[in-house]
């Protein structure tokens, strides 16, 4: 992911439908995504990853897609719950050379009643 | 599960004043670790990584002598903010990598520092 320092964007969904969240990136040398979950005024957790041999992958509730050839990724959480509710990141690692997590812009989600 | 500890959670200092964070793997051996700077509303942007044993290789832009950081031992890195200004305020959270883990799990998150600076 290329952060920007861009505010960020929101989406609200409606509790129990399924809600998609969207990253672009830039690094073509990218071999590992993470998607991390930051609820507010605590550090980001793990949520699922996706290596870039594969273009899917599930989870408990989430799944998360790679489409190289656009370098886009997506996260999707079935039946979204309150407890959803906080700010999703993509994050992307290369293959070779130093192993620092790039984080994406982010997006926050919003659960509602 | 692998857990890092970041304290403090909060923190208020005087401008011209340093603060120190400090962040713990407390279940496994960090090699490397990662501390990245958040402002309201906006991504984590990573300030340095550092190794243990040796000096901290900082972004482009991170002021090396403003955020020094020391990884003294395999479980602690600390980040220390000299002549803090209003400016600096912001959340900062470190990561740890486990040496020899996979890349999946190798990263784990502290729980921030929230520093505010009057």
């Given amino acids: ?113 | 599960g692998a857990v890092v500890s970041q304290h403090p959670s909060r923190v208020i200092c005087k401008s011209g004043t340093s603060v120190k964070i400090e962040c713990r793997s407390l279940d496994f051996q960090a090699t490397t670790m990662f501390w990245y700077r958040q402002f309201p509303k906006q991504s984590l942007m990573l300030m340095a990584t550092s190794n243990e044993g040796s000096k901290a290789t900082y972004e482009q832009g991170v002021e090396k002598d403003k955020f020094l950081i020391n990884h003294a031992s395999l479980t602690l890195s600390t980040l220390t903010v000299t002549s803090a200004h209003p400016e600096d305020s912001s959340f900062y959270i470190c990561s740890a990598r486990s040496q020899g883990a996979g890349v999946s799990y190798g990263y784990t998150f502290g729980s921030g520092t929230r520093l505010t600076v009057v």
């Fill in chain 1, 1 to 113: 992911g290329e952060s920007v320092g861009l505010h960020l964007p929101t989406l609200s969904v409606q509790e129990g439908d399924n809600s998609i969240i969207n990253c672009a990136y830039s690094n073509s040398a990218s071999d590992y995504f993470i998607w991390y979950k930051q609820e507010s005024g605590k550090g980001p957790q793990f949520i699922i990853d996706i290596r870039s041999n594969m273009d899917k992958r599930q989870g408990q509730r989430v799944t998360v897609l790679l489409n190289k050839t656009v370098k886009h990724l997506s996260l999707q959480i079935a039946a979204t719950q309150p407890g959803d509710s906080a700010v999703y990141f993509c994050a992307d690692l290369p293959l070779q050379g130093a192993q620092k997590l790039v984080f994406g812009q982010g997006t926050r989600l919003t659960i509602n009643p």
